[in-house]
């Protein structure tokens, strides 16, 4: 069986230059978020738009990937499982109660405004957005934070970091490649 999908999407049949298939700006969501996990955990998870509440693909509650969201200069697509996706979500609204440790892919890398500040938007006047490679954060349950003590806080170092959140656990992050570098997936078939 030949395979018809274009980064995880389904090639409609209908209109466009490519074949018959066009992409909506769904489908480039879509295709922006699959690209933060690997294939086997991207081809069946929910793909959901980066308010965190609107589908735009069913699938698996087990992975839930979201693109990038409006305004950032590079593709920072992010693939979690629920207990992340319930700690990024809940950031916005309240603290979020962690009760077992969540997991991220993030393997197109990741760009921020403030290191100190995740929830900037904007770089503060005179710096410039951060960046970080590819890597897979982990979340901790509340009051755990203190096992992560002494590790560093270098996204250049291309060794394992954290990232200090006001008011809730620090991050862990686990670079999966050294600084610079992108990782090449190739999906069979």
Do not use: N
């Not at 690997?38 to 979201?66: F, K, N, Q």
């Not at 009051?143 to 992560?148: K, V």
């Amino acid at each position: 069986m030949e395979d018809k999908r274009v980064d995880g999407i389904e090639e409609t049949g209908e209109g466009g230059s490519h074949g018959g298939w066009q992409r909506t700006p769904e489908d480039e969501k879509i295709a922006d978020a699959l690209r933060a996990a690997p294939a086997y955990i991207g081809d069946s998870a929910t793909v959901v738009d980066w308010d965190m509440t609107t589908v735009l693909r069913e699938g698996s509650p087990d992975w839930i990937c979201v693109p990038t969201a409006p305004g950032k200069p590079q593709s920072a697509p992010m693939c979690g499982g629920p207990t992340m996706i319930q700690w990024h979500a809940g950031r916005t609204w309240e603290t979020p109660t962690i009760d077992r440790i969540g997991i991220s892919y993030m393997l197109m890398g990741e760009v921020g405004a403030d290191f100190d500040h995740p929830e900037y938007k904007q770089p503060p006047e005179g710096k410039d957005w951060y960046h970080a490679g590819p890597h897979v954060m982990f979340v901790f349950p509340e009051g755990t934070g203190r096992i992560l003590k002494g590790l560093a806080h270098d996204t250049t170092s291309g060794l394992p970091y954290v990232i200090p959140i006001p008011g809730a656990e620090p991050l862990l992050v686990v670079p999966v490649t050294k600084p610079g570098e992108a990782i090449e997936a190739e999906r069979p078939g």
